[in-house]
């Protein structure tokens, strides 16, 4: 089971790249490319996009996470 989060131009826009960079230890453009979707297969990319997450349950505006069981199934 995979889980995938997907985040508005406006969600990426209240984030603060920065700070999620500082801790997370890269470049605030990387955060950014994992935040639009570019940058998604590593451990870290997983924790930058939990706590973009948390940030915006904080701010009062989550997003639905997406649990795809057998993407073959999902369709548009």
Do not use: C
Request: aromatic share 4%.
């Amino acid at each position: 089971m995979e889980n995938k989060f997907d985040f508005s131009e406006e969600q990426i826009k209240k984030i603060n790249k920065t700070a999620l960079a500082e801790k997370h230890q890269v470049s605030s453009q990387y955060v950014g490319q994992v935040l639009s979707g570019k940058k998604v297969k590593s451990k870290t990319s997983k924790k930058i996009k939990e706590d973009a997450q948390r940030i915006l349950n904080i701010l009062g505006d989550p997003i639905m996470k997406i649990e795809v069981i057998n993407p073959e199934i999902v369709t548009a």
